[in-house]
């Protein structure tokens, strides 16, 4: 806490501001490795603390759990296991493929058609109370109206009759021994009458199948190795391990009877569907063959793409495609003919005619006739050439030769290329009428052709699908034939002599840890709720206070004073150190301080009488005054009279040289409280006392000051103040640190400076105090073997709880 006080108004702040900011630097801002420690600290103390209750409530916790596994049954697993064909792994004859694939057999065997059929075979819907009963219900069955619910059968004293009820209800039926029972609520039951034997009573639960079904399959689990694996585990918890077996067994048989139905069923139907497909396919075949030879049959007489132009000349005859083209070739020529042969014809008859311009038309070349004449008209020429080299044009013969010239080339030449025109324009009418027809053929050819081939792939497909729905067909027979199961029980299930799942061990581990757990969170709850202070830490950080030291809990002696040497040696090193850092807070000036503690039995008297002796023992002149006027009872602590005193000083009835008293240690000396007074804290903050203390500081080298707790009044306040020092005394277990905060607080607001905490009562060397001890056998003894502090009136000595 910081002081309110400035150098000026208090001549010892100065020397000591340095030193308090070394003590509230320790505190102030505690680093993240020192609070970690702290806290491990404080919770081994707590756990130290509330140790007997935290065993208490295991031990208790654990007896709980152990009495929990009286009711719990062991558990017990049986195995199985099943191999599962694929069709990868077949090979040889022809066979049916694979019913199911990888993960889908998980899927059939947690079905209801599996595990229905096994509830009603091995009865798995009825739960007799009493294990020993189960044999009265091997007859039993039910209708397919009943009624499940818990019911008892009783049999009277007689042996003969019988009565059946609800359990905790009203009877429902009654009949004689032998009888059926239950026909009413839907059972199927006539147990002997060896089993029904007089007083016997049976309780049983029924359910419905399909619960039963569901509670098997709670307990129940399937895993394949994998989903391309061939092997599939099986495994049945229950109580009863005879029972799991029996039931794992049984869901085995059934798997692999439904799985074998489910292939033959699937064999049976896909033969008789492909049988079916088979047929129509048949006919399908029939219907497109039919429509094939029809289209053959009516566009035999008609081209084709492919068709010769007379049938049986395919090898010597171009085909219709060909001749069409052809055909137009020969129209060009003859158009080229014609033309030509016109121009020829027409400079002929202007007197210019050309044998070899003739001669150059290929028409003309096909054209005896007018080839012979040509051929004429080129001899007469050659004739006359002849002649006119022997004779001129006036000779007979030379004239006689030019008329015959004249005559054929004037009229029998262009007679004969008139007619061969003619038979041009005639065949090239004739080739154009034929080329039409062709064309209007050609037309339609591709239509036929596309007709044709899509005929022929529909019956080219129906025949291919015929023949694979065949074979499939024939496949099938022979698969269905020689069937081969999908699945075979390889391991079947054998009943467990040992548990696999005992919860007793584990349910006592967790009711011991449970209750641990609760303890250690009740203890560190309750010490958190704890409103008293029990660690350092709480000092430093919640009342930022230093610790000038802490005194171990001083045990209280009947009639005698003197403690044991090491708790002596413990105490009054405890006071050496509180001595030693008051010294030192002080330097050079003389050390005036008030005593207080936020409440009663703190041991703030104790603390005062002890150090003010440890300032003594130092050689430090000293006096101790008894600042509690209201309960003060130090002065039978020194075995002196409380009267005069300091009160009756204040109030001006003696002097001061009456008011010390000799005590046993020659450098000590005491004023007691005096007589008490109702005006007792005025007389306390009066100027005079403020003299008196500021003589005394001039007269003793310490001057200590017990007060009165904080908060009974105003008291240690006015005594602080007179005195500008306190030092807190906080009784570990015993000071309440809201109080204590709360009374601090005011302190901020006076010239009074805190120099810091006494912790008193501690459980030196445990827990959070595991430091705060010192180490034994290093007391410091006189040569005579004597060890210092013996008593309490001789050097070293301590003041105990009785003293006071």
Known sequence: MATSLTPQDDPLSGALATTDAVHLADFAAPD??????????????????????????????????????????????????????TSATRSGPIQAPGLLQGLAWLELINTYAVRDPVVRKLKLYITPETPADS?????????????????????????????????????????????????????????????????????????????????????????????DGNFMTLSMAGTDPNRASNTLNAIADQFIAVAADLKREKLTELSTLLFEQVQQQDSAVRATESSLESFRVNTITLPNEAAPIAPGLAMTQPTVISNYFQQRTQLDLLQQDRMALGAVLERAKNGALSVDAFLTIGAVQRAPDLQSVLSSVSGLEANLRSLRQQYTDKHLAVQELMTRLDTLKLSTVPRYAEALLEQL???????????????????????????????RRNADAAVALFRNLQTRYEEARLSEMSAIPDVTLMDPAVAPTRPTKNTAPRLIIMGFGASLAAALVLALLVDRMDRRFRYPDQVTQELRLGILGAVPAIRRQSGNRVLAPDETAQIIE??????????????????????????????????????????????????????DTRRGEMHRTFQSDRRPGLLDYLAGQVEIDVLPRPTSHENLELIPGGTRRQNSPELLGSPKMSRLITHLKHMYEVV??????????????????????????????ETDREMAEAKLQTLDRLP???????????????????????LYGYAAEDESGKTNGATSKTRSGILTPTSS
């Open 32 to 85: 993240t490795t020192s609070t970690k420690n702290v806290l491990v600290t404080r919770i081994i103390a707590v756990l130290r603390r509330f140790k007997w209750m935290i065993l208490g409530l295991t031990l208790l916790g654990t007896a709980g759990s152990v009495v929990a596994t009286r009711f719990i049954e062991a558990e017990y697993e049986s195995r199985a296991t099943i191999w599962v064909g």
């Open 135 to 227: 044999v009265i219900f091997r007859d039993f069955d039910l209708a397919d109206q009943f009624a499940p619910g818990r019911y008892e059968l009783k049999v009277d004293a007689t042996g003969r009759e019988w009565t059946l009820g609800v359990v905790g209800g009203a009877v429902v039926a009654n009949g004689t021994v032998g009888d059926s029972i239950g026909r009413e609520l839907g059972f199927r039951w006539a147990p002997g009458a060896s089993h029904l034997t007089a007083e016997r009573e049976v309780r049983f639960s029924l359910v419905t199948p399909r619960d039963a079904s569901n509670a098997i399959a709670d307990k129940f689990s399937a895993r394949m190795n994998g989903e």
């Open 425 to 455: 324009r005639i065949q090239e009418d004739d080739l154009r009428s034929r080329i039409t027809s062709a064309s209007r053929e050609l037309t339609e050819i591709p239509t036929r052709t596309a007709t044709e081939a899509r005929l």
């Open 574 to 627: 405890a006071f050496r150190s509180i001595r030693l850092n008051l010294a030192h807070s002080f330097g050079d000036a003389p050390i005036a301080l008030t005593i207080s503690s936020p409440g009663p039995g703190d041991g703030k008297s104790l603390i005062s009488s002890n150090l003010a002796l440890a300032f003594a023992e130092a050689g430090y002149k000293t006096i101790l005054i008894d600042g």
């Open 704 to 733: 200590i000051v017990d007060s009165p707790p904080l908060g009974v009044g105003i008291d240690p306040f006015v005594l602080g103040t007179a005195t500008g020092n306190m030092l807190v005394v906080l009784r570990s277990g």
């Open 752 to 774: 009074i400076r805190v120099l810091g905490a006494v912790l008193n009562d501690i459980r030196a060397g445990t827990g959070a105090y595991r430091y705060y001890s010192y």
